[in-house]
């Protein structure tokens, strides 16, 4: 933590009080990291214990607290067996295994699991051999005298007192020797390959078929160490090793008579665990420790033991306290209350005389060794941070200036510039200059007596730290972010919130070897400059680091050890610069906590000098509460493998080989594991779904392997799941859970296949049906309307008719005027014959040219008459034109208006030209005469009263008619000749089709 000041001494201690509690509160409440199970036992946390001890009890799952046997499955859970049942224990749960009556009542003091057919076997406190999985039911036929297990069998001494050796899943079993013995059995097995059995007078071997006396005490359990290959014998009063026929009894400091040894278990390092009925022993290399009540052990007496390798700790099974889980101390925190009072500790440095001393606030300087605490300096001074300068130790404090001391003995104190401002970093970089940082900015020393406050332009403010790159730059870190001088003073560049800096301040740099480094803030997390861009990493998706970085230490084998107000984090640079590469999508540090050991997990930080290492792998951090000695070594690469635990649905337990869900499924729970035991490798769970409509990410890291969806649609899905930790693996393993919603019948393809065509075929009936309606209005409409429009080309015929004959009467009649009897019977019979034919084509829409021209003639015969012999008509029509049809009447009137109007009038010859020719698909028809021509026509008929010209209108009329009813259009040319020498019109008459005659 750090504060800055701008208040007199007798004010600090208040507001220092005042920002504890405060900054305590604040921290309490706000927790990046999951609960663990189980409870630690705090006292197991000072420097005389090397073991930190978590207890596992009811209130975590265990059925009840009496531990009698352990032993891990092929998966790495560890099978439990209790005086009320058995339990699997992943690391996160305890689950009971075949949860029954029946299995209730056994209580395992041996278990065995046969990993090929994964039945797990146990034997009683009677010595009966029980299958516990997948069903519980009894082997033995009756109660043994004794009994253990031998690898995939069972070594017993039976009622008869014959010692057997039976196969586990045998009905059958192999006869060994007899015993002659009138005294308690304690125990039997098999030591290396030599049969054994003890009684309440000794123990015994089997060789050459006969039982030989080993020793007179009493050993009723045998383990080979899987390391050594050593094999071990445990006993009511010491254990000893048995090699080559001879025993070799182990040592202890202890009078260990009674002890009653029950079991023994083995670590990769040579070291060795013994439980016992009074304590713990732990043996390596160097010593042998004995853990009981005495010395803040939580129970007396142990029952069972595991060794778990993977994660390098140690489960035991407890008679009454349940289950400890018992780890080595990766840290160790010295501190003594009685000397450290209410001190934080906040810089360390070794001296010229290479000692290791450390500030304390509201005290002085301490001396420190990996056992005690002792005063560096006598008098107190509220000290804030510590440098070695030129052989001799400066310290800044909370406000009285900068103390210098050599040999301890105090030499000066430089207050000018320093009064009532705290000096937090004290740095000399490789010119020899002295950089103070304190909470109103920087001041610099060419010598050690005169300070010169820089760059008062920037209004720097608080400084908590400086770091001296290769190339020579200094950089400077505290409140307002961070800023990089020139070896030669010159401002290169500043970095804070307003280019994308967060966090209250900056309190640790590190370099890399290529010449970027890191920056460490105080609720920012941690910062890359690349010499390009400043990459925030803790705001890139999946990064785990902590927010708060108070150092970053770098050990000699790539990693960095950052310490926080969350504990004290590890991860590998090259992890990091996979995370900035994208090469992985998740960045996970190693955590150490409690559990390895650190009394204190809240650092301190915001001083120049918070961490210390001489070998690049032993550490010293200040704390809060002491000083933290990290003797740390990263772990042998583990890969992380998860496993489906279960499936409910909507609240209900699913079995796995059903992964099929109803549609009204609103809930769907799935729960995975990995097996991991300890906080140290900071397991996280991640799961990606992949079904319709979903977009394909990893979801964001988890403490728990819990995963909730609701109101999924229907459909075919899959769960991806998998276990990431410290290791950042490039491939972590995955399952995959595969499952499917169905849908409603009327969601399913057949079905809106089905209910597709239906309304299609309805739509299809419904628009035929109309189409038909309207179809047949349609021709309805069309009769109706051909019907209309044939009764007004009747009605024009019909009008043509009487204008017709009109005409003709009037020919006659002229002639019985003139006197010309004869011409007029002539006329009047061509009449007959004219109108006959006439009336005969009356009724029809189309005739033939043929009849169209016959008609003619008959017509221009009579009209003869008037004209005596000075009217010449010409019709030259081609032979191949005279099948086609026409409309009827169509010609007869134009011939009738050019005989009538203009030739009648005519002096002189009188001549009709009647022609006609085809062009493609059209008749042209042209009807010339050498009459009066229009105008002069017109000008005769306005002195004739009433004269209306009805043969040409009926014409026009008819040719709309044709062509609303047939779409038939007749293009007719009226041309008139020059000097009213005649009038020329010319007929355009497509060829008539089938389907009009028809109509």
């Excluded at 254990?239 to 009078?255: D, M, P, T, V």
């Excluded at 909370?398 to 207050?415: D, F």
Aim: with cysteine; charged share 25%; net charge positive.
């Amino acid at each position: 933590m750090s504060s800055k000041l701008k208040y007199p001494d007798y004010k600090l201690a208040i507001l220092r009080w005042f920002m504890g509690i405060t900054c305590f509160s604040y921290f309490s409440s706000y927790s990046t990291h999951a609960q663990p199970l189980g409870k630690l036992i705090e006292a197991t946390l000072n420097t005389g214990s090397p073991f930190t001890i978590r207890v596992y009890g009811t209130e975590d799952g265990i059925p009840q607290h009496q531990i009698s046997a352990m032993i891990p499955d092929k998966t790495g859970n560890l099978l439990i067996g209790t005086a009320n049942g058995l339990v699997e224990f992943n690391g996160q749960t305890f689950t009971d295994i075949n949860p029954t009556d029946e299995s209730r009542k056994i209580l395992c003091i041996k278990m065995f699991l046969d990993r090929k057919s994964n039945i797990l076997y146990g034997v009683d406190n009677r010595s009966r051999l029980f299958q516990i999985t997948p069903v519980t039911r009894e082997l033995s036929k009756e109660d043994n005298l004794s009994a253990s297990f031998y690898h995939d069998s069972i070594i017993f001494i039976t009622r008869k007192k014959e010692v057997r050796i039976s196969r586990l899943g045998s009905s059958k079993s192999r006869f060994i020797s007899k015993i002659e013995s009138n005294h308690a059995i304690c125990g039997v097995g098999l030591v290396g390959r030599t049969p054994f059995f003890s009684d309440s007078t000794g123990t015994y071997i089997l060789r050459r078929s006969k039982w030989t006396k080993l020793t007179k005490d009493v050993y009723y359990l045998s383990k080979k160490n899987p390391y050594s290959g050593q094999n071990y014998l445990l006993g009511f009063s010491g254990a000893a090793i048995y090699s080559n026929g001879r025993l070799i009894r182990q040592k202890f400091k202890e009078n260990t008579e009674g002890f009653h040894f029950t079991d023994i278990a083995f670590g990769p390092h040579k070291e060795i665990f013994i439980s016992t009925h009074k304590g713990l022993y732990y043996k390596d290399r160097h010593h042998t420790i004995f853990e009981s009540i005495t010395s803040n052990f939580p129970s007396k007496i142990i029952l069972s033991l595991f060794y778990n390798e993977d994660e390098n700790f140690l489960f035991a099974g407890s008679n009454d306290k349940g289950l400890l889980q018992i780890k080595l101390k990766q840290c160790m925190t010295i501190y003594d209350e009685s000397i450290l009072k209410e001190s934080s500790l906040s810089s360390i440095i070794r001296t010229p005389e290479n000692e290791l001393i450390v500030s304390g606030t509201y005290s002085t300087i301490f001396k420190f060794n990996q056992k005690s605490l002792s005063d560096y300096y006598s008098k107190r001074t509220d000290f804030s941070c510590l440098a070695e300068i030129n052989g001799q130790v400066w310290a800044g404090t909370w406000g009285s200036g900068i103390v210098v001391l050599k040999n301890r003995k105090y030499i000066r104190t430089i207050t000018k510039g320093f009064y009532n401002h705290s000096v937090h970093a004290i740095f000399q970089d490789r010119r020899r200059r002295i950089w103070i940082g304190a909470e109103n900015g920087i001041s610099l020393s060419e010598t050690p007596n005169q300070f010169r406050h820089l760059f008062k332009s920037l209004k720097i403010g608080l400084v908590v730290c400086f770091y001296q790159l290769k190339n020579g730059d200094i950089l400077v870190g505290g409140e307002d972010g961070f800023f990089i001088f020139s070896e030669d003073l010159k401002l290169k560049k500043h970095f804070n919130i307003r280019n994308g800096l967060k966090g209250k301040e900056v309190r640790a740099f590190y370099e890399k070897k290529d010449g970027t480094f890191f920056i460490g803030t105080y609720g920012g997390g941690l910062y890359y400059w690349n010499n390009k861009k400043l990459l925030p990493l803790n705001r890139m998706k999946n990064c785990l680091l902590d927010n708060d970085i108070f150092s970053l230490a770098p050990d000699k084998n790539g990693n960095l050890y950052i310490s926080s107000n969350h504990g004290l984090y590890i991860i590998s640079e090259r992890k990091i610069d996979d995370f900035i590469s994208h090469k992985i999508n998740f960045l996970i540090p190693f955590r150490l906590g409690q559990d390895d050991g650190i009394l204190n997990t809240e650092f301190n930080g915001g001083f120049q000098n918070n961490s210390y290492s001489s070998d690049g792998k032993h550490f010293c951090f200040p704390t809060i509460q002491g000083v933290l000695i990290s003797f740390f070594d990263v772990p042998g690469y583990r890969k992380l493998r998860p496993f489906l635990k279960g499936v409910t649905v909507n609240d209900k337990i699913q079995k796995l080989s059903n992964p099929i869900f109803p549609r009204n499924t609103h809930t769907i729970n799935i729960q995975y594991y990995c097996p991991n035991f300890t906080q140290f490798y900071n397991l996280h769970y991640q799961y990606k779904l992949v079904g319709p409509d979903i977009k394909e990410e990893w979801s964001t890291p988890t403490k728990q392997g819990i995963i909730s969806f609701k109101m999924l649609p229907p459909g075919e899905y899959k769960v991806y799941m998998r276990g990431i930790d410290g290791f950042n693996d490039h491939s972590p393993n995955e399952i995959i859970y595969e499952f499917k919603i169905e849908k409603h019948i009327y969601e399913t393809f057949w079905f809106r296949l089905l209910a597709f065509g239906l309304v299609f075929l309805l739509i299809f009936l419904l628009t035929y049906k109309r189409i038909q309606i309207s179809k047949d209005q349609e021709l309805k409409d069309s009769e109706h309307k051909n019907t209309m429009f044939e009764l007004k080309l009747k009605a024009i015929q019909a009008k043509m008719n009487p204008h017709f004959i009109f005409n003709c009467l009037n020919n006659i009649q002229y002639l019985i005027v003139m006197g010309k009897q004869e011409e007029a019977e002539y006329a009047l019979s061509d009449f007959s014959g004219l109108l006959r034919k006439f009336l005969q084509q009356s009724d029809n829409s189309f005739i033939t040219l043929r009849d169209e021209v016959e008609l003619l003639k008959s017509y221009i015969s009579v009209e003869r008459f008037r004209f005596e012999e000075s009217l010449d008509v010409e019709v030259n029509i081609p032979e191949n034109l005279l099948h086609l049809k026409i409309p009827t009447l169509l010609i007869q009137p134009t011939v009738e208006n050019a005989i009538v109007h203009g030739l009648t009038h005519k002096k002189g010859i009188k001549r009709l030209i009647i022609e006609g020719h085809r062009e493609e698909d059209v008749i042209i028809l042209k009807i010339e005469d050498t009459g009066i021509g229009r105008q002069e026509a017109k000008r005769i008929n306005t002195y004739r009263a009433n004269h209306i010209s009805h043969g040409w209108n009926m014409v026009l009329d008819k040719i709309n008619l044709l062509k609303a009813k047939y779409q038939y259009s007749v293009i007719f040319e009226i041309i008139d000749k020059p000097e009213n020498s005649g009038t020329t019109v010319i007929f355009r008459i497509p060829l008539v089709t089938e389907e009009m005659l028809e109509n």
